[in-house]
């Protein structure tokens, strides 16, 4: 029961995937539409709402790619452009011209926005290719029903239950692989280029560089505040308790020893305090014995029972591991102040070039990093580096908070994989049975064109050449898809093994 039900759901995703392809190629059709009129009429008007619904379109093939085939697919476009900022004498300036209002410089920064994203031309060609790059993969069960249905309505119930059954059993299995190339093919067409990534990543690190620097002048605020009141002030006291002591020497020396022995005291004391200072810019155990011991020592001087798991065959960078060190540190001091926390854990481990650090506690829960400033600056401090912070702390707890800093490590690349010989052989034969076999085969079928030549589709006899015709197109079809699937493996494997 339970596999007729999972067959019956790949063969109706499949089924909507087709319909989906053709709803696309209508969208690109738009595009294509929208795109001629504004280069050779001058219709600029009618670009932009087109690229938006070729977008939506493009945006609910990804989301059926992670949902149903489990392949996430980040949004490829060029960060959005900021509104325009007026100047000092509240004009909107763009390139050499002023304008009184932002209206012509916004459309302007939008434009050239849709316009130069390679995303957008990308997804016109997705769109216009659909039916040919995984629509007509996707519906094979249904055209080959529909085949069968019409073979028994011509008179010939045999052949058309033959195709019937045909597509019921062999959907059994192919509607799943259906779902998941169509999942394959839109990661390689519809995923981000490494431009995109970059520009994407250049956006949030100028984000992150700002609060960076926000950050960095608090924390100078905050090692000056603590200079002044503490170690300053001590030292202060201590030159003082030294001049009384250097003149009570002559006629007091029972009371100069005692000031002296209390100038020693504050020294000690003060002394102390420089050294919790310095701990609390860049731990020495740090920079001399790396990430783990680092994080074995803070367990130690927690108040919290700590249990430490460290799993790290290299060091990561100096200002890597600085981030995950006081990341921890917050985390944890958040669970003792905070989470009236008793017991913690802490694991610290490398996944594949990236450094995690899981942090877990057994309080009452309820942390956010919306509304506690601690977990906002583990944050700012992580978006230096790319990093992310993930935090699990439902009423009554327990709190877990995940850590990854990506390209923390050196991996050595991956060795070749068959998938790319696979694929090039795929990008090379794809275009024999689509174009001459298939689609040219199958055009000159509705004309009753003559016309045999070396089309094996024409060749064979009455019965099957609409069964051969169609089967090439969906080889073709199925060679660019498993090319593109196969280029998308690799290029996910090596940027994996180079990250």
């Not at 009429?41 to 990804?62: H, N, S």
């Not at 392949?71 to 002023?98: C, F, H, K, N, S």
């Not at 560089?209 to 608090?218: F, G, H, I, K, P």
């Not at 000690?268 to 731990?283: C, D």
Request: aromatic share 6%; with cysteine; proline share 7%.
């Amino acid at each position: 029961m339970t596999s007729a039900r999972s067959t019956l759901t790949a063969l109706a995703r499949s089924t909507a995937l087709a319909g989906l392809a053709l709803a696309g190629l209508a969208a690109g059709l738009v595009m294509l539409a929208a795109v001629l009129l504004t280069f050779l009429v001058g219709l600029v008007i009618v670009f932009p709402p087109a690229v938006r619904l070729g977008r939506a379109v493009t945006r609910l093939q990804r989301e059926l790619a992670a949902r149903w085939s489990g392949i996430p697919i980040d949004d490829p476009y060029r960060p959005e452009p900021p509104p325009p900022v007026p100047q000092a004498d509240g004009w909107y300036r763009d390139g050499r011209t002023l304008y009184k209002r932002p209206t012509v410089p916004a459309f302007n920064k939008r434009w050239n926005w849709l316009t130069k994203d390679p995303a957008t031309w990308r997804d016109l060609a997705y769109l216009l290719s659909a039916p040919l790059a995984g629509g007509f993969a996707a519906a094979a069960p249904l055209l080959a029903t529909a085949y069968g249905v019409a073979w028994a309505a011509g008179g010939n119930p045999v052949v058309g239950a033959a195709w019937i059954l045909l597509a019921v059993i062999g959907g059994r299995w192919y509607a799943p692989w259906a779902v998941r190339l169509h999942g394959q093919v839109a990661a390689a067409l519809l995923g981000p280029t490494e431009k995109a990534r970059l520009a994407q990543r250049v956006s949030r690190l100028d984000a992150a560089r700002t609060e960076a620097v926000d950050s960095q002048a608090a924390e100078l605020r905050r090692i000056e505040r603590d200079l002044h009141d503490g170690a300053q002030a001590r030292l202060v006291a201590i030159g003082m308790t030294i001049g009384a002591a250097e003149q009570l020497l002559e006629s007091d020396p029972q009371a100069a020893r005692a000031l002296l022995g209390k100038a020693r005291e504050a020294s000690a004391t003060a002394l102390q305090e420089i050294r919790r200072l310095v701990r609390g810019i860049h731990p020495p155990v740090l920079a001399e014995r790396g990430l783990g011991d680092a994080v074995r020592a803070l367990a130690l001087d927690s108040p919290l029972r700590t249990h430490v798991t460290i799993d790290l065959s290299e060091r990561a960078s100096a200002p890597l591991e600085s981030a995950a060190y006081f990341a921890v540190s917050e985390l944890l001091a958040n669970a003792a102040r905070h989470g009236d926390a008793t017991e913690a854990w802490v694991d610290v481990s490398t996944q594949g070039p990236s450094l995690r650090v899981t942090v877990t506690d057994d309080g009452h829960g309820g942390a956010d990093p919306e509304r506690g400033t601690g977990l906002r600056g583990i944050e700012r401090r992580l978006g230096a580096f790319d990093g992310v912070l993930a935090v699990s702390s439902p009423a009554g707890g327990p709190t877990t908070a995940v850590i990854e800093l990506p390209r923390a490590f050196r991996v050595r690349p991956a060795p070749l994989s068959p998938w790319r010989y696979l694929g090039r052989l795929c990008w090379a034969l794809w275009p024999i049975p689509l174009f001459p076999q298939g689609l040219v085969a199958m055009v000159l079928k509705l004309m009753g064109s003559p016309v045999k030549s070396w089309f094996l589709g024409l060749r064979v006899s009455e019965p099957f050449q609409w069964p051969v015709i169609m089967g090439m197109i969906l080889l073709g079809g199925g060679l660019l898809a498993v090319a593109l699937a196969t280029t998308a493996r690799t290029r996910e494997a090596e940027g994996g093994a180079c990250g």
